[in-house]
């Protein structure tokens, strides 16, 4: 069985900061990735950020230069500092993890960007 937890949304005004985390609880092994996404209304879930198990980070074109993922793999946790935020970037986000055996998601936690 495998948890993961978001945790570090709400709502921040046009050129503000967040961040999130996730943990990871249970059977945690073999990972290859651990990345963030996003779904707005109305709009198909997208991939923002991951990082994969040597290090390599991506990140989605509408992030690069504002959101920073990082990894604290002693505690089974994924960040996503979100800098410089938008009122586009308004949506539910979503930790996942790619391991061997599966791809485990977590709840959401909803980010809001507004004035």
């Known amino acids: 069985q495998v948890q993961l937890v978001e945790s570090g949304g709400g709502l921040v005004q046009p050129g503000g900061s967040l961040r999130l985390s996730c943990a990871a609880s249970g059977s945690i092994s073999s990972v290859n990735n651990m990345g963030w996404y996003r779904q707005a209304p109305g709009q198909q879930r997208e991939l923002v950020a991951v990082?994969?198990?040597?290090?390599?980070?991506m990140y989605a074109d509408f992030v690069k230069g504002r959101f920073t993922i990082s990894r604290d793999s002693a505690k089974n946790t994924l960040y996503l500092q979100m800098n410089s935020l938008k009122p586009e970037d308004t949506a539910d986000y979503y930790c996942n993890v790619d391991m061997a055996r599966g791809d485990y998601w977590g709840q959401g936690t909803q980010v809001t960007v507004s004035s």
């Open positions: 990082t994969a198990s040597g290090g390599m980070t």
